[in-house]
């Protein structure tokens, strides 16, 4: 089956404790990336990434970094989290831009205390 | 980037036509107009994209205006199960591809 997985779905982490929120496709996807959305609110885009060893800032980079090794893997990293990064997550994949669908991954719920 | 402006929240009559509105006026000639909806507690999922042409799939319809500074969804029959937040965006072709802003959407509410 076609999906985005991330992990985990739900943590609770205490500030400063260092962070890794994984993201996989199994779509040979070129293109990926990570959103926040806090309550009430639409998505924004943290980073994103047009192909292997390609990453670039979203709307809210600062707080985070992303690598992206392989094709099919895009980890979020919380360096030294803060309550304000206290968020739900989403991971998406697309083939590409432009005409290209984005597909999401169900979301990983992030309380930091 | 170009942006978009929907309203906050719509309501609607089961079984009834729905038209989203979706103002992208600062829209560029590369760029193709996405609907996505967001269930509770899910991630968003695709309605449907067009470029210049009206487009029809399953789910909904999309027209585009001329000038392609708006365009609506078109929900012809909207059910219970219709009731998300929906969320129109554009994707670049070119320089500005990689960013995907997504605002806050319009909130719908299908009553029975």
Same mark, same amino acid.
């Given at each position: 089956e076609a999906q985005v997985t991330q992990n985990p779905r739900y943590l609770i982490t205490v500030t400063g404790k260092k962070l890794t929120v994984t993201c996989s496709q199994?779509?040979?996807?070129?293109y990926m990336s990570w959103y926040r959305q806090d309550p009430g609110l639409g998505l924004r885009q943290i980073y994103y990434s047009m192909n292997v060893e390609v990453t670039d800032k979203g709307d809210v980079p600062e707080g985070y970094k992303v690598s992206r090794k392989e094709k099919r893997n895009f980890p979020l990293i919380l360096e030294s989290p803060s309550p304000n990064q206290t968020s739900l997550y989403f991971c998406a994949s697309s083939? *590409?831009? *432009?005409r290209n669908t984005i597909y999401f991954g169900e979301g990983s719920w992030l309380t930091v205390v | 980037d170009a942006k978009t402006t929907q309203p906050n929240s719509m309501e609607s009559n089961e079984e009834e036509p729905v038209h989203l509105p979706c103002n992208? =006026? $600062?829209? =560029?000639?590369t760029d193709y107009i996405h609907w996505y909806r967001q269930l509770p507690s899910q991630g968003p999922e695709y309605v449907i994209h067009g470029l210049t042409s009206n487009v029809n799939n399953r789910m909904a319809s999309l027209a585009i205006a001329e000038d392609r500074k708006s365009s609506t969804l078109i929900l012809h029959r909207a059910t219970l199960r219709d009731a998300a937040v929906y969320y129109c965006i554009l994707r670049g072709s070119? $320089?500005?591809?990689g960013k995907s802003t997504f605002g806050d959407g319009t909130t719908l509410t299908v009553k029975p």
């Open positions: 199994n779509m040979n996807h070129e083939p *590409g831009y *432009g | 992208h =006026s $600062t829209i =560029s000639g070119n $320089t500005n591809a």
